[in-house]
């Protein structure tokens, strides 16, 4: 006998449709700002290395330049990341999956995701996860009383 499959795609209750439309527009705030200063950021970088010498600089010079240049890096890494992020919440969005829970189902609130419109977990399912990897992940003495102990 076949197994019916079972449809993931949630199509949003009238009284949602006002909050899908609120967050989507947030999103697609979110997703031009990050374009926005993604574009800057890269154009600045540009900038920098066009006006460099072609002189070499001294060593603490190039040092300093390095550091800056990957943290800007960094920077740059981070906000690709966020918008990979906001990008594949409009993506459920329009899947009608957004706004539940990837652990529980659950409908996750309202103001969880205004405050991270990228959210895929509830808070108590974040929280249980986030416990998780404290209890798995290695023991630290960040005081060093294990090696006073000794």
Do not use: W
Not at 109 to 128: D, G, H
């Amino acid at each position: 006998m076949a197994r019916a499959i079972k449809n993931t795609t949630r199509a949003p209750r009238p009284e949602q449709a006002n909050r899908h439309d609120e967050l989507r527009v947030m999103l697609e705030q979110r997703r031009q700002a990050m374009i926005d200063e993604l574009h800057g950021r890269l154009r600045g970088v540009r900038a920098e290395s066009a006006q460099r010498t072609p002189e070499p600089p001294d060593p603490g010079e190039t040092a300093d330049v390095d550091i800056q240049g990957d943290i800007e890096f960094a920077l740059i890494q981070m906000k690709a990341e966020t918008l990979d992020k906001v990008n594949e919440a409009l993506a459920r969005l329009d899947e009608g999956r957004y706004g539940h829970c990837f652990d529980c189902g659950h409908e996750i609130p309202a103001a969880r995701l205004r405050a991270m419109l990228f959210a895929v977990r509830c808070t108590e399912c974040e929280q249980t996860r986030e416990d998780r990897g404290r209890s798995h992940g290695p023991k630290r003495d960040p005081a060093g009383v294990l090696a006073l102990q000794r």
